[in-house]
Nanobody
Framework: QVQLVESGGGLVQAGGSLSLSCAVAGGTFSSYAMGWFRQAPGKEREFVGV????????RYADSVKGRFTISRDNTENTLYLQMKSLKPDDTAVYYC????????????????WGQGTQVTVSS
């Protein structure tokens, strides 16, 4: 059983920065590709980005590219999302996700989900 627990959410002003963490327990962390999704009020849950098992490859949604950085520490079993130049449209619940093999960036491609952490960006 894999458990994902996000932390680090909060309130930040537009233009500011915030970092999220996802602690992973169970399984072998380095065996999982990891990623982030988010869901804003009244909107569909959307893909944010992914990182490969070793951390060597990342991909991002166009909406966050250049502003968000995904990283992982396989010695600490932790996934990170560093966010900068935040916009009010970044306000959402952010979820970390895990899978043994990425087949797509859709919600159904991910086997494990965290509980989410709220990020609110004020204008």
């Amino acid at each position: 059983q894999v458990q994902l627990v996000e932390s680090g959410g909060g309130l930040v002003q537009a233009g500011g920065s915030l970092s999220l963490s996802c602690a992973v327990a169970g399984g072998t962390f380095s065996s999982y590709a990891m990623g982030w999704f988010r869901q804003a009020p009244g909107k569909e849950r959307e893909f944010v980005g992914v990182i490969s098992r070793s951390g060597g490859i990342t991909r991002y949604a166009d909406s966050v590219k250049g502003r968000f950085t995904i990283s992982r520490d396989n010695t600490e079993n932790t996934l990170y999302l560093q966010m900068k130049s935040l916009k009010p449209d970044d306000t959402a619940v952010y979820y970390c996700v895990a899978t043994l093999g990425v087949t797509s960036y859709t919600m159904g491609a991910w086997d494990y989900w965290g509980q989410g952490t709220q990020v609110t960006v004020s204008s």
